[in-house]
C-alpha cells in the first residue's frame, strides 16, 4: 500500500508575540489550555514557549508547533507526521510503500536539489527484531505502522538533516521512549551500520 503524506504548514510569523513579556504572557494563556494540548505543556508556561521557538526555528505554526513538538526529559522532539510534512514544505518528495504480509515499511525521498540520487530506507521485522523493539505494545499492537514513521524519521535524517539542526535531529518522542528498556546491541551491528539505532540516550546525544 503506498501512501502520499501530507505537508506541513509554514510558520505565520505575524502570530507570535515579538517582546519577551509578550511571548511570556502568550505562553501562561496557553498553558491553561486544559485538555487541548499535550501534558508536558499543560501549566507549564516556559515548556510552551520553547516549543514555539522551536517551531519558529523550524517554519512551524505555533498551535501547530504545540501538538507536534513533545518534550521528552528536557528534549524537545517532533511528531514522524511533523518530520514528513517538514520535508515536504520544503520541496522535496516523499513517499512510503507497507508490506503489513512482511510487516515492513520503506520510505523514499528525493531532494529538490538532487533528484538524482533518491535516499531510501526500509524498516522490517528484523530490524525491530535486532533492535529491541517486537515485546513493545505499540509494535505488538500497530507494527506496520511503527515501522512506517520508524522508516520515515530515519530517511528524513539522512537526506535533509539540515531541516532538523534546531532539534540536534529529526528523533521522536516514541524513538527516545524505546531506549528506555532496550535489549543490549551487539557493538559489530552499531559499527556497521550508520543508522543503527544507539544503545542508550547519552550515546544518541553523543552522536547528534
Known amino acids: 500500500?503506498?501512501?502520499?503524506?501530507?505537508?506541513?504548514?509554514?510558520?505565520?510569523?505575524?502570530?507570535?508575540?515579538?517582546?519577551?513579556?509578550?511571548?511570556?504572557?502568550?505562553?501562561?494563556?496557553?498553558?491553561?489550555?486544559?485538555?487541548?494540548?499535550?501534558?508536558?505543556?499543560?501549566?507549564?508556561?516556559?515548556?510552551?514557549?520553547?516549543?514555539?521557538?522551536?517551531g519558529a526555528s523550524l517554519g512551524i505554526e505555533p498551535m501547530a508547533a504545540l501538538q507536534n513538538i513533545d518534550v521528552i526529559q528536557g528534549t524537545p522532539t517532533l511528531s514522524a507526521k511533523a518530520v514528513a510534512a517538514m520535508v515536504r514544505a520544503n520541496g522535496h518528495k516523499l513517499w512510503v510503500s507497507e508490506d503489513e504480509q512482511n510487516m515492513s515499511a520503506t520510505c523514499t525521498i528525493v531532494r529538490n536539489d538532487d533528484k538524482e540520487h533518491p535516499v531510501t530506507v526500509t524498516?522490517?521485522?528484523?530490524?525491530?527484531?535486532?533492535?529491541?523493539?517486537?515485546?513493545?505494545?505499540?509494535?505488538?499492537?500497530?507494527?506496520?505502522?511503527?515501522l512506517m514513521w520508524r522508516a520515515v524519521t530515519?530517511?528524513?535524517?539522512?537526506?535533509?538533516?539540515?531541516?532538523?539542526?534546531?532539534?540536534?535531529?529529526?528523533?521522536?518522542?516514541?524513538?527516545?521512549?524505546?531506549?528506555?528498556?532496550m535489549a543490549p546491541v551487539e557493538a559489530t551491528v552499531v559499527e556497521e551500520d550508520d543508522d543503527a539505532w544507539p544503545k542508550s540516550k547519552l550515546d544518541l546525544i553523543a552522536r547528534i
Not at 511571548?23 to 514555539?52: D, T
Open 1 to 54: 500500500m503506498n501512501q502520499e503524506l501530507t505537508t506541513g504548514n509554514r510558520l505565520g510569523m505575524q502570530t507570535v508575540p515579538q517582546t519577551f513579556n509578550e511571548q511570556m504572557r502568550f505562553a501562561e494563556v496557553i498553558s491553561q489550555a486544559k485538555g487541548m494540548l499535550p501534558r508536558a505543556y499543560e501549566g507549564n508556561p516556559a515548556n510552551v514557549l520553547v516549543a514555539i521557538q522551536y
Open 154 to 181: 530515519a530517511c528524513a535524517n539522512r537526506a535533509c538533516p539540515e531541516l532538523f539542526l534546531g532539534l540536534g535531529g529529526a528523533y521522536t518522542a516514541d524513538e527516545l521512549h524505546d531506549m528506555d528498556d
Open 123 to 146: 524498516r522490517d521485522k528484523a530490524w525491530a527484531q535486532r533492535m529491541g523493539l517486537l515485546t513493545k505494545d505499540n509494535y505488538k499492537k500497530q507494527p506496520t505502522t511503527m
